[in-house]
């Protein structure tokens, strides 16, 4: 054990450049970078950190999250790989991955062994152990729709732990990872029960529209999102962005309403308890911010949520872009614009 603590120690990267590791691509760097492959070098790692009371921030493929300036700390990476059927019968399968896998791979390979339910998801960026954090959704599907629980180390203790999905308190893009029980868990694995048989969803609208007269087998919706995204949204490769910045903010009914009489073409989603979820993109196109480009970052003007990084070095740069347009959207709408990646880092 104490030969393998030197060898993870020995793979401790101090000063180390993050440029690589965020999808926006600005310069950040961390106090101390390790990637982990296994529960061993894990756990370990936690216990360095514990002994040199080091603040622990946790990373996996970096499409949600914006590293600014210097994170003082550790940053571990969780790149824990492989996955085990755990039972199965002629109309379920129920298996559990580990938190360092693609999640793009994984539904591609879901498909190639014909579970189905995740092609809606196709095409997010990201790692499984993400997915449970903002309850990664798209098209209609949602990570809940799928997740029966998730494995995790508490960091407070290094307890392993099983979550149940249902004390998750996955909601539209949140979960207990990002609210109440922020930065207290490192997810390892994530359990999922699948569909033996094809079970297509296509009821999103933009989805049904591309699908008429054609087969809605789960390849072709997977095809067909995959093509949509790409229409909709610049590739993080070529143009650095973490997708949508904002979330789509929840309001009453009674505040719907009002805006709905000064905005008839308001676009709005109904949600339970008398709230009313308004599409974001809509209120930054009729605010105008469609294009808008300043200090290197540009406002995508296909779709307005995304923010991409032409040539801004820093970070603050973003985040100053962001925080003009919540004013402008607060100012004429009233509603407060929350941001969707993590933030870490002292810029
Ligand atoms: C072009 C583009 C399109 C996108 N489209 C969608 C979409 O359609 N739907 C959608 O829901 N999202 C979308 N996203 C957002 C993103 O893909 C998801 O949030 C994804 O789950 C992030 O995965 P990641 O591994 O990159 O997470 P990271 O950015 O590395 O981390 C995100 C957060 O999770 C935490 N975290 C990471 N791994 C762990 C772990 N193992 N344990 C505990 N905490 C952890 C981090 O600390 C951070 O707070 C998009 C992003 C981009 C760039």
Redesign the pocket.
């Known amino acids: 054990m104490f030969l393998k603590q030197l060898v993870m120690q020995a793979q401790i990267k101090h000063n180390y450049s993050l440029r690589q590791h965020?999808?926006m691509r600005t310069h950040a760097q961390a106090d101390y970078f390790i990637r982990v492959d296994n529960m061993v070098d894990l756990v370990a790692a936690l216990k360095y950190a514990r002994r040199k009371k080091l603040a622990v921030?946790?990373?996996?493929?970096?499409?949600?999250?914006l590293l600014c300036g210097t994170i003082h700390g550790i940053v571990i990476q969780?790149a824990l790989c492989g996955y085990q059927v755990t039972h199965s019968n002629g109309r379920w399968v129920w298996v559990t991955v580990q938190?360092g896998e693609n999640?793009h791979q994984w539904v591609d390979l879901c498909l190639a062994h014909g579970w189905y339910g995740l092609e809606n998801m196709a095409g997010?960026?990201?790692?499984i152990?993400?997915?449970p954090?903002?309850n990664?959704?798209?098209y209609g599907s949602e990570l809940s729709d799928f997740c029966t629980s998730v494995q995790a180390i508490q960091l407070s203790n290094g307890h392993v732990v099983n979550i149940k999905a249902s004390e998750c308190e996955f909601s539209y893009?949140n979960s207990i990872?990002k609210s109440s029980h922020r930065h207290q868990?490192?997810?390892?694995a994530i359990s999922l029960r699948l569909h033996r048989l094809p079970h297509p969803q296509y009821h999103y609208p933009a989805l049904r529209k591309a699908l008429l007269h054609r087969p809605r087998h789960p390849r072709i919706i997977r095809n067909t999102v995959l093509r949509i995204r790409r229409s909709k949204?610049p590739h993080?490769q070529l143009e650095p962005?973490?997708?949508?910045f904002f979330h789509n903010p929840i309001i009453s009914t009674v505040q719907y309403k009002q805006l709905r009489s000064r905005y008839p073409n308001i676009v709005a989603w109904p949600q339970a308890d008398h709230f009313v979820k308004i599409s974001a993109a809509w209120l930054l196109d009729q605010d105008g911010w469609k294009g808008y480009s300043h200090n290197g970052i540009q406002i995508n003007a296909r779709q307005p949520l995304v923010l991409i990084n032409h040539y801004a070095e820093h970070s603050s740069a973003i985040l100053h872009c962001a925080e003009q347009i919540r004013r402008s959207i607060l100012e004429r709408f009233n509603i407060h614009l929350s941001i969707e990646p993590?933030c870490y880092g002292d810029a």
């Open positions: 965020h999808f921030y946790l990373l996996g493929a970096g499409s949600n999250t969780i938190a999640w997010i960026p990201g790692s152990g993400a997915a954090i903002q990664i959704g798209a893009r990872f868990y490192i997810i390892t949204l993080p962005n973490l997708g949508s993590a």
